[in-house]
């Protein structure tokens, strides 16, 4: 390519959120080294293959330290640096239960891939930024962590869940003040109740909750509406933020009497 184009990664790509992130970042005109678990074969062969070079697919898991390796390796390899991170890729517990019943394995299951995952590809993508020149608004590199209202509201018949959000936050702050002074700023997304195959298997609960008056704008969130928020925080507008959480829930965090 003649001039330079920025390149992301970004995780859970293949539906929901991480889908609409990678369509948002494109059509702005980044290119994208998405990944996901889901195989390059059928539904998502025909997501991505309209892309063409502006996006690349890995299939892999999160938690895998050979998956991150493969990936970061990968956005280089193709376009050259890794400009933007969005971690996208989450998973909540296949089985809900209360706290007092919830098991090891669930636990990990979710803070591997949710809190650890995203941990260490965000060091091994900060790492590889470190090395980059500054652009104009002296800035190495812009990472984006998706959190969730979750990290700081109670939910006991998923706390594995919310104990893996909390984790995202204080990853954000914790790479947020190391990388400050490299250039590199860090935020991090706290998605409200968002549409999304998720929150599928609870749609009459949130329908209900969100009909007596739980979300103030009176409606769910869309991925776009994500999507939208990573992109103001990757594309330069933001470039003097950073460790910042933005809350994005149509106002349901608002206390209210």
Request: glycine share 10%; aromatic share 8%; charged share 25%.
């Amino acid at each position: 390519m003649s001039e330079y184009r920025k390149n992301a990664i970004v995780t859970g790509a293949a539906g929901g959120i991480g889908y609409a992130t990678v369509k948002r970042l494109i059509g702005a005109g980044f290119t994208v080294t998405a990944m996901d678990v889901r195989p390059y074969e059928g539904e998502v062969m025909a997501m991505f293959e309209n892309f063409g070079e502006d996006a690349t697919y890995v299939a892999g898991n999160l938690a895998e330290e050979f998956s991150r390796q493969q990936l970061v390796d990968t956005a280089l390899r193709v376009y050259g640096s890794i400009d933007v991170l969005c971690n996208v890729a989450g998973v909540a517990p296949k089985v809900r239960r209360d706290i007092l019943e919830m098991t090891e394995e669930s636990y990990d299951f979710v803070m591997d891939i949710n809190t650890r995952g995203t941990l260490f590809l965000t060091q091994a993508v900060a790492n590889r930024m470190l090395e980059q020149e500054p652009d104009e608004n002296a800035v190495r590199g812009y990472i984006v962590n998706i959190s969730s209202c979750s990290a700081y509201t109670s939910s006991p018949s998923r706390a594995e869940y919310c104990i893996s959000k909390a984790g995202v936050s204080m990853i954000t702050k914790l790479f947020a003040d190391r990388l400050a002074g490299e250039g590199i700023l860090v935020n991090e997304i706290c998605p409200g109740i968002i549409a999304t195959g998720m929150t599928a298997v609870v749609k009459e609960k949130y329908d209900r909750l969100i009909e007596d008056g739980l979300v103030p704008e009176g409606r769910w969130g869309y991925p776009d509406d994500i999507a939208k928020a990573v992109l103001s925080l990757c594309d330069g507008t933001l470039a003097y933020t950073t460790g910042q959480s933005l809350i994005v829930d149509g106002g349901m965090h608002i206390r209210r009497l």
